[in-house]
């Protein structure tokens, strides 16, 4: 016992009950990341950064005590900041429990309209153990009333003081950099708010957050609606008329969605070792049914998926920095395509996506666009070898969703996330028979192949359910690749899988590779076929409207349908290079986009300032509008404000059947239509994992830590 307390520091000085609070404290952060928070901690060097990450700020908050010479100061002060720090994390478990996300500032603040804070409910959260997160501060509370602990008068030195506060910036610098080597552009990208907390701990988080939201709200309250107008006349007189030919060919149809992982046009009709890499999608793109794109490109910035599937859902840009979707997409107001679609012709709208509701912040985001229903990873099972980094295998997602899919009232506008094409492209082999991929020494480059071959094969079971199941014939399926796979430092290997000269790759040729699909599959159609245009994913959500037979003038879209004639051909790219058929402009610098050659002069020459001064004033435009939270004054006639407080994804079967049950013989889902029957056993997949039983946890880790540093 003795021995015990030799080692603890001793609570009669000053210094010692410093030192005793902040190790207990530390226990209890710890105790919360292993028993309350999913951190998904994946090799030695997280943990390490899990266990030094609340060192630096508590060591800095407590250290503030220190300064104070009088012991009616000193010991108030500390105690004051170990009770509101104790109260942050216990707010966070408690949010936690029901969010599966850490508190932000404008939730706590309450300003943010999605995110509801904690309510009456919260009670019900609680658990026995929580008690652990406040008997230590009872007890040596009780301890020093009853003069157990004694207080200690002498004050301490004031250099004591900075000698603390010094070692906790040190702390926290070193704690940043093993965080940057682990997860490079952790602060500027911001993924998802537990990567903040598992490198950076909930007080660091909670401080950026603070700084965050407070930049955005600076931002929001010196607007007016007057900077509306410049926008408006931009994107009026940049409007793209449908074409009669096109217009309404896909009304009323089911809208489905297939993003495309990590997919470049490259894959397209590209055979390896003599075999083609993906079959199926070569087919739906050589189809008279399709509408196929070869100079469509991929506009994401920092944001990746999530820039992506901004771009589509609202014709506007992503941010310069960082992902729209996690800084932005909690209270911003959207005109996107869920609510627009159930406004203008009434579609049901969901998502289906085999990782955790909160990467790139689609839990809040999603309820803001108007997504009725959000099957996240929650939804499925995704234990043991059915899902990889990224989440549940892509033929998995498209099988079990199917009982999901079904009870959604037609017409839906239905959006498939796949993730098993995703750096660093890792598969079971059992996953992928009957293909070998190329040899070209990157392990990247080869496996890509291999993911891009299984998600081919996944879309072409869900086709086929899709047929069997009538759905087929009365949608439009539209599938898209949302970034590159393959980075530009891997450019060499994939050159080398291309039968190209790595020696001779320049930046002309980098850009050509952010080609990825468009493919517009109109079942039905007999006039489809491989167009020229040069289009991006700006323009997908004017020209999807368009096809709908929904104009889309009188919303603030920054692309044009691509069908029009005065579709814009010249395609922004979010560092303000471009391409047109005839110009290509990287860094300043414009080359001939046929055949690549450097023409020798600077995006100023007359024959490409116009579209050099065009695509910065598209970008920046779209900047304000969203930095400034521009929409909430836009009111286009007829379109009703989203109210994100109607939306929530939790038990989203019975919320599907409760509406199948109001419309009775009304009900036009899937399921009601095949007589109330499920369709989900006309399924069929070959995925191993499909037989294998393995239950539990629907928790996954995300396991890939050097994901998107390429
Ligand atoms: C994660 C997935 C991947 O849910 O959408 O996003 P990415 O890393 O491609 O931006
Ligand atoms: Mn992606």
Redesign the pocket.
């Known amino acids: 016992m003795k021995k015990i307390k030799n080692i603890l520091p001793n609570p009669n000085t000053r210094l010692g009950i410093f030192g005793l609070l902040i190790a207990i404290f530390w226990l209890k952060t710890m105790f919360a990341y292993i028993v309350d928070f999913h951190l998904s901690v994946s090799n030695p060097f997280q943990f390490l950064i899990v266990l030094i990450n609340p060192i630096a700020t508590t060591l800095l908050l407590f250290g503030i005590a220190l300064y104070c010479k009088k012991s009616r100061f000193f010991y108030p002060v500390i105690f004051l900041m170990d009770i509101l720090n104790t109260v942050l994390l216990y707010l966070n478990v408690i949010y936690f429990r029901e969010f599966t996300d850490f508190m932000t500032v404008s939730t706590m603040t309450g300003y943010s309209k999605v995110n509801q804070g904690l309510s009456g409910s919260s009670l019900a959260l609680t658990l026995p153990h929580d008690v652990l997160y406040w008997i230590d501060l009872i007890i040596i509370l009780i301890l020093l009333f009853t003069r157990k602990i004694k207080i200690d008068h002498r004050p301490l030195n004031k250099r004591i003081g900075y000698a603390f506060s010094s070692l906790a910036v040190l702390f926290f610098t070193i704690n940043l950099s093993l965080a940057e080597m682990d997860r490079p552009q952790l602060l500027t990208r911001t993924f998802d708010r537990t990567y903040i907390v598992k490198y950076l701990g909930i007080d660091a988080f909670t401080v950026y957050d603070g700084l965050k939201s407070q930049h955005n709200n600076d931002l929001r309250a010196s607007a007016t609606k007057s900077e509306l107008n410049e926008i408006l006349k931009f994107t009026k007189s940049h409007y793209a008329k449908p074409n009669s030919k096109y217009y309404g060919i896909a009304k009323n149809k089911n809208v489905i969605y297939i993003h495309l992982?990590?997919f470049q046009q490259f894959l397209i009709n590209q055979k390896i070792n003599g075999q083609e890499v993906t079959p199926f999608l070569n087919s739906l793109y050589n189809s008279k049914s399709s509408y196929s794109f070869k100079n469509f490109f991929h506009q994401v910035g920092q944001g990746?998926?999530?820039d992506a599937e901004n771009m589509l859902e609202t014709s506007t840009y992503g941010l310069p920095q960082g992902s729209l979707f996690a800084q932005l997409g909690s209270d911003n107001t959207f005109q996107a395509a869920p609510a627009i679609l159930k406004q203008e012709a009434g579609y049901s709208s969901g998502v289906f996506?085999g990782?955790i509701a909160s990467?790139?912040n689609r839990n809040n985001v999603y309820k803001n666009l108007g997504y009725q229903y959000f099957f996240d990873a929650s939804y499925y099972n995704t234990t043991g070898d059915r899902s990889l980094g990224?989440?549940l295998k892509d033929k998995l997602l498209f099988k079990d969703s199917v009982k999901y899919l079904e009870h959604l009232q037609q017409p839906f506008y239905a959006k498939y996330?796949t993730?098993t094409n995703?750096f660093p492209y890792d598969i079971d082999s059992e996953d992928v028979t009957n293909f070998t991929t190329t040899n070209t020494g990157d392990k990247v480059v080869d496996n890509y192949f291999l993911t891009a071959h299984y998600l081919d094969q996944s879309i072409k079971e869900f086709y086929d359910y899709l047929e069997k199941s009538g759905t087929l014939k009365n949608s439009v399926i539209v599938l898209y690749g949302?970034h590159y796979g393959i980075s530009n430092s891997e450019n060499e290997g994939l050159a080398k899988a291309l039968g190209k000269n790595p020696e001779t790759w320049t930046d002309f040729d980098s850009t050509q590779m952010q080609r990825v699909p468009f493919i517009i599959n109109i079942p039905g159609q007999t006039n489809g076929k491989v167009m020229d245009e040069y289009a991006g994913e700006i323009d997908v959500l004017p020209t999807l409207m368009h096809l709908l037979g929904i104009d889309s003038q009188k919303y603030i879209q920054f692309g044009t349908d691509v069908f029009s004639p005065d579709h814009d051909q010249v395609v922004a790219f979010r560092n303000k290079d471009w391409v047109s058929p005839k110009y290509t402009s990287i860094d300043g610098e414009i080359y001939d986009s046929k055949t690549g050659k450097d023409l020798g002069f600077t995006d100023d020459a007359k024959a490409v300032k116009a579209d050099t001064e065009r695509v910065s004033k598209e970008l920046n435009l779209s900047d304000s509008l969203n930095e400034k939270n521009l929409l909430r004054f836009y009111h286009p006639a007829g379109f009703k404000d989203v109210d994100p407080r109607k939306y929530n994804y939790s038990d989203e079967l019975q919320k599907e059947k409760n509406i199948e049950k109001l419309l009775g013989t009304k009900s036009t889902s899937i399921f009601s239509k095949n007589h109330d029957q499920t369709t989900s056993k006309i399924y069929q997949t070959d995925a191993p994992e499909d037989s294998h039983q393995t239950t539990s946890s629907n928790r996954i880790k995300i396991t890939n830590p050097d994901?998107?540093t390429n």
């Open positions: 992982e990590s990746k998926t999530s996506h990782n990467f790139w990224y989440g996330l993730v995703h949302d994901d998107n």
